[in-house]
C-alpha cells in the first residue's frame, strides 16, 4: 500500500492562476492613457503597493471611477478551464491549496468569486485592501520598516510567508514573477516548483549559485501545460 504523503500546493495569483495582472487591468479598461504609463509612473512612489492605491485614488478623484467600476472591469478576467479543473482536482484529492500573492484581498476574492472559486483556498495571504469613501484602498502586508529579505519587495517577503507553513511531506510552489524567487529557493529536494516560462522568474532561477534551488523544477507554458505537469504530481 503506498504511503500517503500531505501536499501543500502554493500558487501565485497574477500571470499564474489568472493570465493577466490585476494590478494594472482595471488601469488599462478603465484609463488606457495611465496604463501606457505605469513602468514610468511606479517609480516615483515608494513601493508597488503605494502606486497602486494612488492610481485607484486618481481614477476616483480625477474621473469619477470608483469601487464599483474598478470591479466590474475586475469580473472581466477569466480564470482558463485547464487552471480550474487542475486546481479542483487538487482540491479533491485533498491537498492543501494556497494562494500567495503581492495582488490584493478585493481584487483576488472578486476575480475567484466571478469565476465560482471563492471557497476553493484555504489561505490567501496578499496586501490587504477595503472599499472605503467609495473607492478601493490597498495597503501593505507588511508594514514593517525591514522585513530583512534584500530579495522581496518591502510590502511582502513570501519566502518568510512560505516558511510558516511547516509540516507538510511535500511543497508545489507554482509561480512567475521576481517575488516567486525567494520562497521557490526556500524549497527543499523533496519540494516541487512550477516556473512559468518566458516571465522573470524563468530568467533568473538556478542561474547563478545563490539563486539555485534544491527542489526538482517543472517549466510551464500555459494553463493546459501546466495541468498536464502538476497532474502528474498528484
Known amino acids: 500500500?503506498?504511503?500517503?504523503?500531505?501536499?501543500?500546493?502554493?500558487?501565485?495569483f497574477d500571470y499564474?492562476?489568472?493570465?493577466?495582472?490585476s494590478?494594472?487591468?482595471f488601469l488599462q479598461e478603465l484609463a488606457p492613457d495611465l496604463?501606457?504609463?505605469?513602468?514610468?509612473?511606479?517609480?516615483?512612489?515608494?513601493?508597488?503597493?503605494?502606486?497602486?492605491d494612488?492610481?485607484?485614488?486618481?481614477?476616483?478623484?480625477?474621473?469619477g471611477l470608483g469601487s464599483n467600476e474598478v470591479l466590474a472591469s475586475l469580473e472581466q478576467i477569466s480564470i482558463?478551464?485547464?487552471?480550474?479543473?487542475?486546481i479542483l482536482h487538487a482540491k479533491a484529492a485533498g491537498h492543501e491549496l494556497r494562494i500567495l500573492s503581492d495582488a490584493n484581498t478585493v481584487f483576488i476574492h472578486t476575480i475567484l468569486a466571478r469565476n465560482g472559486m471563492q471557497d476553493v483556498f484555504s489561505t490567501i495571504t496578499t496586501n490587504p485592501a477595503r472599499i472605503e469613501d467609495g473607492r478601493v484602498r490597498v495597503t501593505r502586508f507588511d508594514t514593517s520598516a525591514d522585513h530583512g529579505c534584500s530579495l522581496c519587495p518591502a510590502n511582502l517577503c513570501k519566502g518568510g510567508v512560505v516558511g510558516t507553513w511547516a509540516g507538510y511531506d511535500r511543497t508545489y510552489y507554482v509561480g512567475d514573477?521576481?517575488?516567486?524567487l525567494c520562497p521557490i529557493l526556500k524549497l527543499t529536494s523533496s519540494d516541487v516548483a512550477f516556473v512559468r516560462r518566458g516571465k522573470t522568474?524563468?530568467?533568473?532561477?538556478?542561474?547563478?549559485?545563490?539563486?539555485?534551488?534544491?527542489?526538482?523544477?517543472?517549466y510551464w507554458n500555459d494553463a493546459r501545460e501546466l495541468q498536464s505537469k502538476l497532474l502528474k504530481f498528484i
Open 201 to 218: 522568474l524563468a530568467r533568473y532561477l538556478n542561474q547563478k549559485a545563490e539563486h539555485t534551488t534544491k527542489a526538482t523544477v517543472v
Open 16 to 21: 499564474t492562476i489568472i493570465d493577466a495582472n
Open 80 to 86: 482558463e478551464p485547464e487552471m480550474k479543473q487542475s
Open 23 to 25: 494590478d494594472t487591468w
Open 1 to 12: 500500500m503506498n504511503a500517503v504523503h500531505s501536499i501543500q500546493i502554493v500558487y501565485d
Open 54 to 63: 494612488d492610481a485607484l485614488d486618481r481614477l476616483h478623484t480625477d474621473r
Open 177 to 180: 514573477g521576481w517575488g516567486d
Open 35 to 52: 496604463h501606457e504609463t505605469v513602468a514610468e509612473d511606479h517609480k516615483r512612489f515608494s513601493g508597488w503597493t503605494e502606486y497602486v
